[in-house]
């Protein structure tokens, strides 16, 4: 008999002296839930036996007491891992006196259950296969005790339709990723491994953008791109380009991608204002740099050949839009959570924040305005990807003929709070005799003052910036 097979015999042996009889466990939905007894004993076992060397590994895979079934194994795991944190010896010894001081050594089945655990033990070579075998019947269990809120919540239906499939998502989403989690015990050295790699590759290409390019080099140098869980306000009063820088940054991501030699960059959009063809037609004669005004007039004339090829060039692109006007943030955070499982996103623009539907009518649009930020920064943190959601400003900067402020966003003061980068854009500053005669009308450049007025990880400053209305596109300013 070879080695595999003689370990497979041992494991088989062991599982058969732990199916000892025990007290039917409580039913849900008339069934018994999911659980091995004989494995949870195996693992306590071996951790006891192998004096806490396994427990490093019960920590990458997070295990808790709350992994056992039995209520008797709950407790004689809590006190192994408190023994541990004290540093003091796991054996059959000092666990029965842990648990004696703790008043819970008859409800863990007392000495004799102890010893019990640990006589049936041969080698501890198969606490890695019982171990799985815990941890997959607890899920198992989360799952149906899930299903089950889910069942009452639907039979009492308290909230908004929305609210409940959101919660029904995010709690399954949650359940997910806690079960294909890795190990995260290593706490704040992963972290710093990332940041070591991050300043060694910022040496070795010196200042290259580390996130998402943004298509303006100055911008670049301010923020670095667009990083993973920022969410990016873009702010302006109408008729300023809010819809068009947007564009802008998608046609970077798409084009340029991140970092350094990035391929294109999954993109999604939601566009509560404009059509998705309204908005396909700007970016391909943005691209092509095609007077739109012209081609709609039907004089496309030489930009034909340009135009096809911009087309050909997005159509190949991973970039996805929905158009759908009046959403929540529940749908809209559901429908991403969706694309971002079947293609892993690298950016999302909101199009535009004050477009988004309150969840609950009956409180004030401020309140309703703040729940979309806060819910909007939390799926940029929980999807992984930066967020760039488009806003509005109110009058004060024009009645008071100022550059803008944080203090000017509409409707809620929280989104200032939630944001990780603030942008605002502005005409240039001029004094007040040139206001008073600028007229923009029939230039072919308007300039633009981009001001990062917020950014948590970064400076301040200004960006200048060209619009040039032809093409709905903005462009770097020339030194």
């Known amino acids: 008999?070879?080695?595999?097979?003689?370990?497979?015999?041992?494991?088989?042996?062991?599982?058969?002296?732990?199916?000892?009889?025990?007290?039917?466990?409580?039913?849900?939905?008339?069934?018994?839930?999911?659980?091995?007894?004989?494995?949870?004993?195996?693992?306590?076992?071996?951790?006891?036996?192998?004096?806490?060397?396994?427990?490093?590994?019960?920590?990458?895979?997070?295990?808790?007491?709350?992994?056992?079934?039995?209520?008797?194994?709950?407790?004689?795991?809590?006190?192994?891992?408190?023994?541990?944190?004290?540093?003091?010896?796991?054996?059959?010894?000092?666990?029965?006196?842990?648990?004696?001081?703790?008043?819970?050594?008859?409800?863990?089945?007392?000495?004799?259950?102890?010893?019990?655990?640990?006589?049936?033990?041969?080698?501890?070579?198969?606490?890695?296969?019982?171990?799985?075998?815990?941890?997959?019947?607890?899920?198992?269990?989360?799952?149906?005790?899930?299903?089950?809120?889910?069942?009452?919540?639907?039979?009492?239906?308290?909230?908004?339709?929305?609210?409940?499939?959101?919660?029904?998502?995010?709690?399954?989403?949650?359940?997910?990723?806690?079960?294909?989690?890795?190990?995260?015990?290593?706490?704040?050295?992963?972290?710093?491994?990332?940041?070591?790699?991050?300043?060694?590759?910022?040496?070795?290409?010196?200042?290259?953008?580390?996130?998402?390019?943004?298509?303006?080099?100055?911008?670049?140098?301010?923020?670095?791109?667009f990083h993973p869980g920022q969410m990016i306000v873009v702010a302006a009063r109408p008729g300023m380009g809010k819809t068009s820088i947007a564009l802008n940054f998608i046609e970077a991501a798409l084009f340029k991608g991140k970092g350094t030699g990035g391929g294109p960059v999954p993109t999604l959009m939601f566009s509560l204002e404009m059509p998705a063809n309204e908005l396909a037609m700007r970016l391909?004669?943005?691209?092509?740099?095609?007077?739109?005004?012209?081609?709609?007039?039907?004089?496309?004339?030489?930009?034909?050949?340009?135009?096809?090829?911009?087309?050909?060039?997005?159509?190949?692109?991973?970039?996805?839009?929905?158009?759908?006007?009046?959403?929540?943030?529940?749908?809209?955070?559901?429908?991403?959570r969706r694309i971002h499982r079947r293609q892993e996103l690298g950016l999302i623009v909101i199009d535009y924040l004050q477009l988004i539907n309150g969840t609950d009518n009956r409180v004030p649009r401020e309140q309703q305005i703040a729940e979309a930020s806060r819910s909007i920064k939390a799926m940029a943190k929980e999807l992984k990807v930066p967020v760039i959601a488009l806003a509005q400003l109110n009058r004060k900067s024009e009645e008071e003929n100022r550059a803008p402020r944080m203090s000017d966003l509409r409707e809620s003061g929280s989104i200032e709070q939630d944001a990780d980068v603030v942008m605002l854009i502005d005409k240039k500053r001029r004094s007040k005799k040139e206001e008073e005669n600028d007229d923009e009308t029939g230039k072919d450049v308007w300039p633009r003052e981009l001001i990062i007025a917020k950014q948590r990880n970064g400076p301040t400053g200004t960006v200048e910036l060209l619009f040039r209305p032809e093409f709905t596109r903005f462009e770097a300013a020339a030194k």
């Not at 080695?3 to 466990?25: H, I, L, Q």
């Not at 056992?68 to 709950?74: G, L």
């Not at 004290?86 to 648990?99: F, P, Q, Y």
């Not at 004089?299 to 050949?305: E, I, S, T, V, W």
């Open 1 to 225: 008999m070879n080695d595999t097979t003689e370990k497979r015999a041992r494991f088989r042996r062991s599982r058969e002296r732990f199916s000892t009889p025990n007290e039917p466990p409580e039913n849900t939905f008339g069934r018994i839930l999911p659980h091995d007894l004989a494995a949870e004993q195996g693992l306590l076992g071996s951790c006891i036996a192998g004096a806490g060397e396994l427990l490093p590994e019960c920590q990458a895979q997070k295990i808790t007491p709350e992994y056992f079934y039995d209520i008797k194994h709950q407790h004689i795991f809590l006190a192994i891992t408190r023994l541990a944190d004290k540093s003091e010896g796991i054996d059959e010894i000092t666990l029965c006196n842990a648990l004696r001081a703790s008043d819970l050594l008859d409800a863990a089945g007392g000495t004799s259950y102890v010893s019990q655990l640990v006589s049936r033990i041969e080698v501890t070579a198969h606490a890695i296969h019982w171990l799985a075998i815990v941890r997959e019947k607890y899920f198992l269990r989360r799952l149906i005790t899930t299903a089950q809120r889910t069942v009452e919540l639907a039979f009492e239906p308290a909230d908004d339709i929305r609210a409940i499939f959101d919660k029904v998502e995010g709690s399954f989403m949650e359940l997910s990723s806690e079960r294909i989690s890795e190990d995260n015990t290593q706490h704040i050295r992963g972290p710093i491994n990332e940041a070591v790699e991050t300043i060694n590759n910022l040496q070795i290409n010196k200042g290259a953008v580390a996130g998402v390019h943004t298509g303006f080099s100055d911008l670049d140098r301010l923020c670095f791109g």
């Open 284 to 336: 391909i004669c943005s691209r092509a740099s095609a007077n739109l005004r012209r081609i709609r007039d039907g004089y496309a004339g030489d930009r034909l050949p340009d135009i096809a090829d911009a087309a050909k060039k997005y159509q190949e692109k991973p970039f996805h839009i929905d158009d759908q006007g009046g959403q929540t943030i529940l749908e809209i955070r559901a429908k991403a």
